[in-house]
Protein backbone atom coordinates (compact mmCIF):
# COMPACT_ATOMS: atom_id res chain seq x y z
CA UNK A 1 0.00 0.00 0.00
CA UNK A 2 1.47 3.45 -0.78
CA UNK A 3 0.04 5.89 1.24
CA UNK A 4 -0.10 10.18 1.41
CA UNK A 5 -1.93 12.59 3.34
CA UNK A 6 -2.89 16.28 3.18
CA UNK A 7 -4.33 18.11 5.89
CA UNK A 8 -7.80 16.87 6.07
CA UNK A 9 -7.63 13.49 3.59
CA UNK A 10 -5.77 9.93 3.51
CA UNK A 11 -5.01 8.99 0.04
CA UNK A 12 -4.29 5.12 -0.36
CA UNK A 13 -3.93 3.06 -3.19
CA UNK A 14 -6.84 0.58 -3.57
CA UNK A 15 -6.08 -3.09 -2.30
CA UNK A 16 -7.56 -6.73 -3.08
CA UNK A 17 -9.48 -7.07 -0.59
CA UNK A 18 -11.30 -3.44 -0.82
CA UNK A 19 -11.53 -3.89 -4.80
CA UNK A 20 -13.67 -7.44 -4.02
CA UNK A 21 -15.68 -5.63 -1.39
CA UNK A 22 -16.53 -2.40 -3.74
CA UNK A 23 -16.72 -5.49 -7.23
CA UNK A 24 -19.93 -6.77 -4.60
CA UNK A 25 -20.90 -2.96 -3.36
CA UNK A 26 -20.54 -4.38 -0.18
CA UNK A 27 -20.70 -1.62 2.20
CA UNK A 28 -20.50 -3.76 5.44
CA UNK A 29 -17.41 -5.68 3.87
CA UNK A 30 -16.18 -1.80 3.28
CA UNK A 31 -16.41 -0.68 6.51
CA UNK A 32 -15.58 -3.97 7.90
CA UNK A 33 -12.34 -2.92 6.30
CA UNK A 34 -12.25 0.25 8.77
CA UNK A 35 -13.54 2.99 5.97
CA UNK A 36 -16.92 4.73 6.59
CA UNK A 37 -19.28 4.97 3.65
CA UNK A 38 -22.62 6.69 3.16
CA UNK A 39 -22.92 4.01 -0.07
CA UNK A 40 -21.91 6.51 -2.61
CA UNK A 41 -18.67 4.54 -3.19
CA UNK A 42 -18.03 3.49 -5.35
CA UNK A 43 -19.36 5.21 -8.16
CA UNK A 44 -20.62 3.87 -11.67
CA UNK A 45 -17.13 5.10 -13.57
CA UNK A 46 -14.83 3.28 -11.09
CA UNK A 47 -17.63 0.02 -10.84
CA UNK A 48 -17.26 -0.25 -14.44
CA UNK A 49 -12.99 0.21 -14.13
CA UNK A 50 -12.50 -2.55 -11.30
CA UNK A 51 -11.40 -5.53 -13.91
CA UNK A 52 -9.06 -3.66 -15.03
CA UNK A 53 -7.56 -2.17 -11.43
CA UNK A 54 -7.97 -5.71 -10.32
CA UNK A 55 -5.63 -6.90 -13.63
CA UNK A 56 -2.91 -4.44 -12.54
CA UNK A 57 -2.98 -5.30 -8.84
CA UNK A 58 -2.44 -9.16 -9.91
CA UNK A 59 0.25 -8.19 -12.84
CA UNK A 60 2.24 -5.92 -10.28
CA UNK A 61 1.57 -8.26 -7.23
CA UNK A 62 0.38 -5.36 -5.84
CA UNK A 63 0.52 -1.65 -6.30
CA UNK A 64 3.19 0.67 -7.87
CA UNK A 65 1.13 3.40 -7.10
CA UNK A 66 -0.36 4.46 -10.96
CA UNK A 67 -3.52 2.20 -10.61
CA UNK A 68 -6.14 3.28 -8.32
CA UNK A 69 -6.83 5.44 -4.92
CA UNK A 70 -9.23 6.17 -2.41
CA UNK A 71 -9.64 9.66 -0.91
CA UNK A 72 -10.37 9.31 2.63
CA UNK A 73 -11.37 11.90 5.33
CA UNK A 74 -8.69 11.67 8.05
CA UNK A 75 -11.12 12.67 10.85
CA UNK A 76 -14.06 10.24 10.36
CA UNK A 77 -12.41 7.71 7.90
CA UNK A 78 -14.63 8.09 4.97
CA UNK A 79 -14.37 7.55 1.75
CA UNK A 80 -15.32 10.50 -0.02
CA UNK A 81 -13.82 9.93 -3.35
CA UNK A 82 -11.26 8.28 -5.67
CA UNK A 83 -8.49 9.02 -8.24
CA UNK A 84 -5.33 7.61 -9.95
CA UNK A 85 -4.03 6.69 -12.83
CA UNK A 86 -4.31 4.68 -15.81
CA UNK A 87 -1.81 2.17 -15.42
CA UNK A 88 2.28 2.65 -15.32
CA UNK A 89 3.72 5.24 -17.07
CA UNK A 90 4.42 4.19 -20.39
CA UNK A 91 7.83 4.65 -22.76
CA UNK A 92 7.59 8.32 -22.72
CA UNK A 93 7.14 8.99 -18.96
CA UNK A 94 3.56 10.04 -19.62
CA UNK A 95 0.49 8.93 -17.45
CA UNK A 96 -2.99 9.75 -17.22
CA UNK A 97 -5.09 10.94 -14.22
CA UNK A 98 -8.72 10.81 -13.00
CA UNK A 99 -10.68 11.31 -10.25
CA UNK A 100 -14.34 11.85 -8.92
CA UNK A 101 -15.75 12.86 -5.53
CA UNK A 102 -18.81 11.51 -4.55
CA UNK A 103 -22.04 13.58 -4.76
CA UNK A 104 -22.24 14.39 -1.20
CA UNK A 105 -18.77 15.78 -0.89
CA UNK A 106 -18.38 17.94 -4.20
CA UNK A 107 -17.49 21.34 -3.96
CA UNK A 108 -15.35 21.13 -0.60
CA UNK A 109 -12.13 21.56 -2.70
CA UNK A 110 -11.27 17.28 -1.59
CA UNK A 111 -10.73 16.45 -5.54
CA UNK A 112 -8.23 18.93 -6.08
CA UNK A 113 -6.70 18.72 -2.69
CA UNK A 114 -6.47 14.72 -3.46
CA UNK A 115 -4.94 15.47 -7.15
CA UNK A 116 -2.39 18.12 -6.45
CA UNK A 117 -0.92 15.71 -3.91
CA UNK A 118 -0.83 12.75 -6.07
CA UNK A 119 0.19 15.01 -8.93
CA UNK A 120 3.22 15.61 -6.98
CA UNK A 121 3.97 12.14 -5.73
CA UNK A 122 3.82 11.03 -9.54
CA UNK A 123 6.25 13.95 -10.82
CA UNK A 124 8.66 13.16 -7.99
CA UNK A 125 8.95 9.26 -9.61
CA UNK A 126 11.79 8.95 -12.21
CA UNK A 127 9.55 7.33 -14.87
CA UNK A 128 7.22 10.11 -14.86
CA UNK A 129 7.56 13.17 -17.26
CA UNK A 130 4.30 14.06 -18.06
CA UNK A 131 0.50 14.02 -17.21
CA UNK A 132 -2.59 13.81 -18.96
CA UNK A 133 -6.25 13.74 -18.35
CA UNK A 134 -9.45 13.94 -20.02
CA UNK A 135 -13.11 14.52 -19.37
CA UNK A 136 -16.41 14.65 -21.24
CA UNK A 137 -17.38 17.57 -23.00
CA UNK A 138 -20.23 18.58 -20.74
CA UNK A 139 -18.16 17.66 -17.42
CA UNK A 140 -17.82 21.00 -16.72
CA UNK A 141 -16.90 20.38 -12.63
CA UNK A 142 -13.64 18.59 -13.81
CA UNK A 143 -12.89 21.08 -16.17
CA UNK A 144 -12.28 23.58 -13.59
CA UNK A 145 -10.59 20.88 -11.44
CA UNK A 146 -8.09 20.40 -14.08
CA UNK A 147 -7.51 24.19 -14.51
CA UNK A 148 -7.63 24.87 -10.86
CA UNK A 149 -4.73 21.90 -10.99
CA UNK A 150 -2.57 23.44 -13.70
CA UNK A 151 -3.83 21.51 -16.68
CA UNK A 152 -4.36 22.73 -19.97
CA UNK A 153 -6.67 22.12 -22.74
CA UNK A 154 -4.53 20.02 -25.45
CA UNK A 155 -7.33 18.91 -28.00
CA UNK A 156 -10.27 17.75 -28.21
CA UNK A 157 -12.09 14.29 -29.72
CA UNK A 158 -15.27 13.12 -30.48
CA UNK A 159 -15.89 12.06 -26.99
CA UNK A 160 -13.29 13.74 -24.65
CA UNK A 161 -11.21 17.43 -24.23
CA UNK A 162 -7.67 15.48 -23.51
CA UNK A 163 -5.70 18.12 -20.96
CA UNK A 164 -1.95 17.93 -20.06
CA UNK A 165 -0.68 19.45 -16.98
CA UNK A 166 2.09 22.11 -16.89
CA UNK A 167 4.50 22.10 -14.43
CA UNK A 168 5.23 25.16 -12.78
Wanted: charged share 25%; glycine share 8%.
Amino acid sequence: MVLLETNRLRLQTIDIPLLDAASKQDHQAIKELGYETNGEWPNSDFFEAIPYFREILVKNNGTKGFDSWIIVKKDNYEIVGGTGFLGDPDENGMIEIGFATNKSHRRKGYCVEAAQKLINWALSRETVSRITARCEHDNLGSQKTLEKLGFILNHKSAEYKHWIYVTK
